[in-house]
């Protein structure tokens, strides 16, 4: 599906979109700002939520490489998520694909309010410096719920997946804040991808939008991975409660 968008809109999404971008890899909830952007400009809910996964792809396609490159991810954690993560990236695309559009728009704005509202009252993750050991999602039932169910609602909405990530990552499988913040990244790259496979092959995605979306996504996320290298753990911490008061604020606006 390629859908005209004007000089102006493409310029507004690339703004959007860079926000978007650096709060999503610095914390999480920029998509509380990009789908409300797709449908200021006349996408219906479904195309929306679709087209917004090209430029989560960019964006966290951009921001793993930036981790690799810098040593930042641990490749035993995201083998340890794989299967729950994909399984419900899965699932949840296609739940959210086949859902009529005029119960999903109110869905998608219910969810959104919910998580970030949730995130604010809930944001009690520790920094790095825990001595507890990491857990396996394999090694509870909790630890592989709350992973595949983190994958279903990135696959489904995506808005505010982040938090959800972060709080999975650090609070059941015990992971510290900048470990788990990385981690995030290479998860939603993960479910993304399996969920932008379902929208195309369902025709949901506005191309033009999704692109203009992209470029700004992804210039977005080289700013943050640049800052979030080296960022300590507290600061970090404050970082993630200041991006969840950000995007709760656009979520309740919209």
């Not at 969810?111 to 949730?118: F, H, I, K, Q, Y």
């Not at 944001?123 to 719920?145: A, N, Q, Y």
Request: aromatic share 10%; proline share 2%.
């Amino acid at each position: 599906m390629i859908e005209s968008v004007s000089f102006a809109q493409g310029l507004m999404l690339i703004a959007i979109g860079f926000l978007a971008g650096g709060i999503n890899t610095f914390a999480g909830g920029g998509s509380n700002l990009s789908l409300p952007a797709l449908m200021m400009i006349g996408l219906p809910a479904d195309i929306a939520n679709a087209t917004n996964r090209v430029a989560i792809f960019m964006q966290s396609l951009t921001a793993t490489h930036g981790y690799y490159v810098n040593d930042k991810l641990d490749k035993a954690s995201i083998k340890n998520i794989f299967i729950p993560i994909i399984l419900g990236g899965l699932l949840g695309a296609i739940a959210a694909s086949y859902l009529d559009v005029e119960i999903l728009k109110p869905a998608l704005l219910a969810t959104m309010v919910g998580v970030s509202l949730w995130v604010v009252f809930k944001s009690d993750v520790k920094s790095d410096g825990s001595k507890e050991e990491t857990v396996s999602c394999f090694d509870s039932k909790l630890g592989f719920i709350s992973t595949f169910f983190a994958g279903f609602y990135g696959g489904f909405i995506q808005a505010g997946v982040g938090f959800v990530l972060i709080t999975v990552f650090v609070g059941v499988l015990n992971h510290g804040l900048l470990k788990a913040n990385a981690l995030k990244i290479v998860a939603a790259l993960m479910f993304t991808t399996i969920s932008l496979v379902v929208f195309i092959y369902r025709d949901q995605v506005a191309w033009m939008a999704g692109i203009y979306l992209a470029i700004g996504s992804i210039l977005g996320a080289l700013v943050s991975v640049k800052l979030s290298i080296d960022i300590k753990p507290k600061t970090l911490k404050i970082c993630v409660l200041v991006m969840t008061v950000v995007a709760s604020a656009a979520a309740l606006f919209i």
